[in-house]
């Protein structure tokens, strides 16, 4: 499925009301992350953009039938897009692949299904959501609705871009409310497909809105606007921070954020397959190379297999092929941009100053590509002091330690900022289940690293690493309000 990445189409206009918008007054320049090239310029929507698309989905909430459907049909709907997302795999795996840092070789089997199949497990739930009646004098009946919140703004990150719009458009569009998504800067250009197909799927025009731009500006002026009225966010901490407190000046409004990690890897010495082990920490850092809010970034493992470990992800980290996106035999794709590569710089270097130790990897591999390709690395001596310990390096990059027993498994996998995602490799049930239980952190996966092929697990962080969750009933209750009734008879 090699492809030339200047053959593919695709639009860079908005999406307002069921029809594709060019509004070039302001723009900046998009770069293609696997060769850096300038591509083309994207329309920032402006601020007079963004309110016309907020009072468009805030009219098309009250007066088209989407709330109002039965949630069957507005199922029936959903299931369509779905179909409409998956028979368009061939190309709209390239349009990601050539957008984003996704390679072909995942796109074509992962993001486009994991899409479909997201809308597809937030269509059920259409109608299977149910108040409560609560308990009251005898005459009285006090009982809860769930309904919808009306315009729901969805902000995403470029990492997996389309996989993305889905966690947030899918289950705010099954409970009935309007969407405006915001993609990323950095991969702009695969959004206006989902767009084209929810309408052949017969979404109403203003149901489901895309507006381009940068974060600071068509990103701001969306999380500020006085009529969204909730928030939903994919991104860095520090942005998160910044939307939750810029949000809540402008109108009080319910808002969950899904946030960076410092995932560990607990691996005990009683692991009973060590390459099944090593696979899914491998998988943990160098998928997307390591550009995943729950990547394993911190690798703990018990003294005795330490060095055993670390033998078998180097020569797995040695093979990954750096390459461009639309290369097939790509398995280390780009670092997203030279922003992002200058960072990774610093926060190692920084980190070497501090006194922590390369063991192998620390710089990049040098390509005809034109794209940045950080060669998979190994550091050791990482204390709590240093960047690479208390920021996501988003790239291959795994900090190696070593522990004696249990207590000081749990004490180091706990992060003091972060609570996103921890893997406990282990074949003793009872400690997999102390580890579980003691480790502070959103997700807890036990000989598994990665969020599932499957949608009901709830996915979201503690601490610095968010609020609310993503996906599963958690997921779809995000885009409800509870209306309480209180009726004496
Ligand atoms: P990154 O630096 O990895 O792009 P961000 O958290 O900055 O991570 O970006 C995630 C998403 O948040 C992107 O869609 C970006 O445009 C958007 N964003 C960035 N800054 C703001 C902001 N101040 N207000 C709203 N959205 C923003």
């Given at each position: 499925m090699?492809f030339?990445p200047?053959?593919?189409n ?5 999406f307002i009301?069921?029809?594709?918008r060019d509004?070039?007054?302001d ?11 300038k ?9 007079d ?5 907020v009072?468009?989905?805030?009219k ?7 709330s109002?459907?039965k949630p069957r049909d507005r199922?029936?709907?959903?299931f369509?897009w779905?179909d409409?997302i998956?028979?368009d795999v ?5 349009i ?7 390679t072909?070789?995942?796109?074509s089997v ?13 269509a059920?739930w259409a109608?299977?959501i149910?108040g409560?009646?609560t308990a ?5 009946l ?16 470029w ?5 993305q719009i889905a ?5 705010a569009l099954?409970?009935?409310?309007s ?7 950095y991969?702009p250009?695969?959004?206006f497909?989902l767009?084209e197909l929810s309408?052949?799927a017969g979404i109403?025009?203003?149901?489901f809105n ?5 974060g600071?500006?068509t990103g701001h002026?969306l999380?500020?606007?006085p009529?969204?009225?909730k928030i939903?966010?994919t991104?860095?901490?520090l942005?998160?921070a ?5 949000s ?5 409004k319910?808002?969950?954020l899904?946030?960076?990690g410092?995932?560990p890897?607990?691996v ?5 397959d060590i390459d099944s082990t090593?696979e899914?920490?491998?998988a943990g850092?160098f998928?997307?190379s390591?550009?995943?809010?729950t990547?394993?970034t911190r ?5 005795k297999?330490?060095?055993?470990l670390?033998?078998?992800?180097k ?5 990954k ?6 290369d097939m ?5 780009p670092?997203v941009s030279?922003?992002?590569?200058e960072?990774?710089?610093?926060l190692?270097s920084e980190?070497?100053n ?8 620390g710089e ?6 034109g794209?940045?390709?950080?060669k998979p ?10 960047p690479?310990?208390n920021?996501?390096v988003?790239g291959p990059?795994?900090?190696v330690e ?12 706990s ?7 921890a893997?406990?490799h282990t074949s003793?049930?009872?400690?997999a289940i102390?580890?579980s239980?003691?480790i ?9 690293w990665g ?6 697990h ?9 609020i609310g ?10 885009y ?10």
């Amino acid at each position: 499925m090699n492809f030339d990445p200047d053959k593919i189409n695709y639009k860079k206009s908005h999406f307002i009301n069921g029809k594709f918008r060019d509004d070039y007054s302001d723009k900046y320049e998009y770069i293609r992350p696997s060769d850096q090239k300038k591509i083309d310029e994207i329309p920032n929507a402006s601020k007079d953009l963004v309110d016309e698309t907020v009072q468009i989905a805030k009219k098309s909430f009250n007066e088209s039938s989407w709330s109002s459907l039965k949630p069957r049909d507005r199922a029936k709907l959903l299931f369509n897009w779905a179909d409409l997302i998956e028979k368009d795999v061939e190309n709209l795996s390239k349009i990601e692949a050539m957008n984003s840092t996704r390679t072909i070789g995942e796109t074509s089997v992962g993001d486009v299904f994991a899409t479909a199949n997201t809308i597809r497990y937030f269509a059920e739930w259409a109608d299977k959501i149910e108040g409560i009646t609560t308990a009251t004098s005898p005459d009285v009946l006090s009982l809860t609705i769930k309904e919808p919140y009306g315009v729901v703004v969805g902000i995403t990150p470029w990492n997996f871009p389309i996989v993305q719009i889905a966690w947030k458009a899918a289950p705010a569009l099954a409970a009935g409310n309007s969407v405006i998504i915001k993609p990323s800067e950095y991969t702009p250009l695969s959004a206006f497909r989902l767009a084209e197909l929810s309408l052949k799927a017969g979404i109403p025009p203003g149901i489901f809105n895309i507006l381009l731009g940068e974060g600071s500006k068509t990103g701001h002026l969306l999380v500020t606007h006085p009529d969204v009225e909730k928030i939903a966010f994919t991104g860095s901490n520090l942005t998160g921070a910044k939307i939750m407190s810029e949000s809540a000046l402008a109108g009080v409004k319910p808002i969950h954020l899904e946030l960076g990690g410092k995932s560990p890897q607990v691996v005990f010495e009683d692991i009973t397959d060590i390459d099944s082990t090593v696979e899914k920490i491998a998988a943990g850092i160098f998928i997307n190379s390591g550009q995943v809010c729950t990547s394993g970034t911190r690798l703990i493992a018990h003294h005795k297999i330490l060095d055993n470990l670390l033998d078998k992800l180097k020569s797995i980290g040695k093979n990954k092929i750096p390459g461009p996106t639309w290369d097939m035999v790509t398995t280390l794709p780009p670092i997203v941009s030279k922003k992002q590569a200058e960072r990774i710089d610093r926060l190692i270097s920084e980190s070497i100053n501090l006194g922590a130790n390369i063991i192998e990897g620390g710089e990049w591999h040098e390509t005809n590509y034109g794209g940045y390709f950080y060669k998979p690395t190994f550091i050791e001596k990482v204390t709590k002091d240093m960047p690479v310990f208390n920021e996501e390096v988003f790239g291959p990059v795994i900090s190696v330690e070593t522990f004696d027993d249990d207590q000081e498994a749990i004490q180091k996998a706990s992060h003091p900022n972060y609570g996103l995602a921890a893997c406990v490799h282990t074949s003793n049930l009872n400690r997999a289940i102390k580890l579980s239980k003691n480790i502070d952190s959103g997700m807890i996966w036990v000989n598994h690293w990665g969020y599932p092929d499957e949608f009901s697990h709830p996915a979201g962080g503690f601490k610095n690493s968010g609020i609310g969750k993503d996906m599963g009933s958690s997921g779809i209750n995000e885009y409800y309000k509870e209306k309480a009734i209180w009726i004496p008879h």
